[in-house]
């Protein structure tokens, strides 16, 4: 599903450019229903106090009127993950298809990758050997053909998930029309829509 209304496969053919997963957050969209923080912990099954994404509720003061909006907040699947190279097992790699992943065979539990990380993304699970864990983009979902729990789950179709190299759907009419010019190939795979105002322009919400 993308915006769960249209039913799309993500599988994609061996024989062709691997995928490059990408999420679009419109901050437009968002109601702050936690239901995607809810259908990330059911599926992840995290510790207690442990969550691969979470909303920061914050006041936008650019807009002609003040507005409170609700921030997703999880794994941005960095370019050059600073949470890698901090990592002293190099238990975490950047996958060819963009996400980056930990692996827990590996993760000695040092915490540096969860000082690193500018988005505090990534918390030690004390119920899972007080290892590193993070949002991965449900990996084995996709790998399936389905979507991340979060964009499944999302009732107001804030998140939107597909290949960037070969998008589909309303994901891509976003990638068309409104991904900003500052997002690409090589950048991060969360793209966030900012906030607009009465006018259709994009402030920058900070």
């Not at 691969?52 to 807009?63: H, K, N």
Request: contains cysteine; hydrophobic residues 35%; aromatic residues 6%.
């Amino acid at each position: 599903m993308l915006g769960m209304t249209q039913p799309v496969s993500l599988a994609v053919s061996s024989v062709e450019r691997p995928p490059l997963w990408t999420m679009v957050i419109d901050l437009n969209r968002c109601m702050g229903c936690q239901s995607c923080v809810i259908a990330c912990k059911a599926r992840s099954r995290a510790g207690s106090g442990v969550f691969y994404t979470r909303l920061v509720e914050r006041r936008s003061e650019r807009l002609p009127e003040p507005k409170r909006f609700f921030l997703p907040v999880l794994c941005n699947h960095c370019k050059s993950p600073r949470c890698a190279s901090a990592c002293p097992s190099d238990a975490i790699t950047k996958l060819e298809n963009g996400i980056v992943m930990v692996d827990h065979a590996r993760c000695t539990g040092s915490g540096k990758c969860v000082s690193a990380c500018p988005f505090g993304a990534i918390q030690l699970d004390p119920f899972r050997g007080n290892k590193a864990y993070k949002c991965d983009f449900c990996l084995e979902r996709v790998e399936a053909g389905l979507m991340p729990a979060c964009v499944e789950a999302c009732p107001s179709q804030a998140r939107l998930f597909g290949d960037l190299n070969r998008p589909q759907g309303e994901f891509a009419a976003y990638i068309r029309h409104r991904m900003p010019r500052s997002a690409g190939k090589l950048g991060p795979r969360i793209i966030y829509i900012k906030l607009e105002d009465k006018t259709g322009s994009l402030p920058n919400v900070g």
